[in-house]
C-alpha cells in the first residue's frame, strides 16, 4: 500500500520556523521518518508540499487514482479551507490529520479545523512524532485491509 504524505504552507521552513514551537527537525526529516516508518510496516510513502491551496488540492484528486491513504498537515489552510475539506471528502481515501504544535492550547483561530471532520484520526501536540504515529496508524489500517 501507498501513503500520501501532505504538508501545506510554510512546512518548508521546518526547522528554521519558530522552532520553539515547531522543533528544530527539517522537512526532509519528517519526509524521512515517514518513509521508515512506512517501510517497517510494508508501505511505501510519497511526499509533498505546497504553499498553494489549489497545489494541495490536486495533490489530493491525484491521490484518488495513486494511494490507499492520505496523512496531511495543512498548515493554515486547517482553519480556513473547505476546498481541501471537500477535496479529501471528494476522494473518499482514508485520512489521518497532523499537527505539530498542539493547536487546541494555541490561539482560538486554530481551535477549529475544517479537516477534522473528514479525518479518521487526528494527531495533534506531538512534535514530527506525530508523522510516525499517523503513518504507523494508517499502515497498520491499510494492511489490515489488504486481502
Ligand atoms: C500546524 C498548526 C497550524 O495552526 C499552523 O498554521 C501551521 C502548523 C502544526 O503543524 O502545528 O502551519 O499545522
Redesign the pocket.
Known amino acids: 500500500p501507498s501513503i500520501l504524505v501532505i504538508n501545506?504552507?510554510?512546512?518548508n521552513l521546518l526547522g528554521t520556523r519558530e522552532p520553539d514551537v515547531?522543533g528544530t527537525a527539517t522537512l526532509d526529516d519528517v519526509v524521512r521518518l515517514a518513509s521508515d516508518t512506512a517501510r517497517e510496516r510494508g508501505c511505501a510513502v510519497r511526499a509533498v508540499q505546497s504553499n498553494h491551496e489549489g497545489g494541495i488540492i490536486d495533490a489530493i484528486h491525484a491521490a484518488r487514482t495513486t494511494t490507499d491513504g492520505i496523512v496531511i498537515?495543512?498548515?493554515?489552510y486547517?482553519?480556513t479551507s473547505i476546498a481541501i475539506r471537500d477535496a479529501l471528502a471528494g476522494v473518499g481515501l482514508p485520512v489521518v490529520e497532523?499537527?505539530?504544535?498542539n493547536?487546541h492550547r494555541?490561539e482560538p483561530f486554530?481551535h477549529t479545523s475544517y479537516i477534522s471532520g473528514v479525518a479518521d484520526a487526528v494527531i495533534v501536540g506531538a512534535g514530527i512524532d506525530g508523522y510516525r504515529l499517523a503513518v504507523d496508524h494508517l499502515a497498520g489500517r491499510l494492511t489490515a485491509a489488504a486481502p
Open positions: 501545506g504552507p510554510n512546512l515547531y498537515n495543512a498548515g493554515a486547517t482553519h497532523v499537527h505539530i504544535s493547536v494555541r486554530r
